[in-house]
């Protein structure tokens, strides 16, 4: 498990790293979690990785951004570990 301090970070650690799963914030700073989501899922190994969007708001106008932004799911906070 590794742990990004912003969009930008993730960007980078998941060109290095390249994990099958990401929990993506979608409020950070540098660059928030739609514009990440959208440029790795830009990518054919992007389509690869399933990003879970997590956040405090999952109404349903947000739940279509979160899809339009490629995320696979969604959780929202907070969340318990056994969910």
């Known amino acids: 498990v590794k742990e990004a301090k912003n969009g930008q970070e993730c960007l980078t650690m998941w060109e290095q790293w390249e994990p099958h799963l990401i929990f993506m914030d979608l409020r950070m700073p540098v660059m928030n979690g739609y514009e990440t989501t959208e440029k790795i899922k830009s990518t054919p190994k992007g389509q690869a990785t399933a990003i879970v969007a997590v956040t ?18 969604f959780i929202s906070k907070p969340f318990q570990a056994n969910v």
Do not use: Q, T, V
């Open 56 to 73: 405090g708001f999952a109404f349903e106008e947000n739940r279509a951004a979160i899809f339009a932004a490629g995320c696979d799911d």
